[in-house]
């Protein structure tokens, strides 16, 4: 799990391959202004190979059980 800060989310985009399609899954928990975010993210990091894709449930449950 990470945040949208700059030791965050900003780190591991910037470990990932230049090859790597990244995948956001935004669940319907989501605010706007976290989507916001992590396209900023991907902005700052140069990323330009990405998608926005529907999370299945079986994500929506990892998800959740994680947060426990």
């Known amino acids: ?3 949208f800060s700059s030791t965050g989310l900003r780190q591991v985009l910037l470990a990932l391959s230049d090859r790597t399609i990244v995948q956001i899954k935004p669940s319907n928990e989501a605010k706007y202004q976290d989507m916001v975010d992590v396209l900023d993210e991907m902005n ?4 330009k190979k ?3 894709v529907d999370i299945s449930a079986a994500e929506y449950d990892l998800i ?3 947060r426990l």
């Not at 700052?44 to 990323?47: G, L």
């Open 1 to 3: 799990m990470t945040n």
């Open 44 to 47: 700052i990091t140069d990323r």
């Open 50 to 52: 990405y998608a926005m």
């Open 64 to 66: 959740k059980n994680s």
